[in-house]
């Protein structure tokens, strides 16, 4: 299984930028998919996740209004949406897929077994 996101960037405060992760080496379509991201010194922390079908969706509280997960099962691509970028969300953004096919999404870090490389998302205040 091969997890590959990109988009990353810089950008002020208040601005947007979208990632992606292509997917690749298990059906796609049957797993939930998630985004989390990390700073130095600081442990991973649950971002956003979707639901293998695409119709649950579940963020943490702090992107909540701010950023859309969203997925293509067609083109094995799952994307964020990330507007009114603040400076707190600069981190390295990983993205994962479910261990298991099927089921709900999940905010749990070791219900993931499969993590791309990681984007970075700077934003300047």
């Known amino acids: 299984v091969q997890l590959q996101a990109s988009g990353g ?18 059906t796609f379509s049957r797993f939930g998919m998630g985004w989390f ?4 010194g600081k442990e991973r922390e649950f971002v956003a996740a979707i639901g293998w079908a695409g119709d649950r969706k579940v963020y943490a509280d702090s992107v909540k209004d701010r950023f859309t997960i969203s ?10 949406q990330m507007i009114s970028l603040k400076p707190d969300d600069t981190a390295v953004y990983y993205c994962a897929i479910r261990r298991v096919p ?16 990681g984007t970075q998302v700077t934003v300047s205040s």
Do not use: F, H, I
């Open 37 to 40: 991201r990390q700073v130095p």
């Open 102 to 117: 099927y089921g709900v999404p999940s905010t749990r870090y070791s219900e993931y077994d499969y993590w791309g490389q």
């Open 71 to 80: 997925r293509d099962n067609a083109k094995n691509l799952m994307y964020l």
């Open 9 to 26: 960037g810089l950008v002020q405060a208040g601005g947007s930028l979208s990632l992606s992760c292509a997917a690749s080496g298990r």
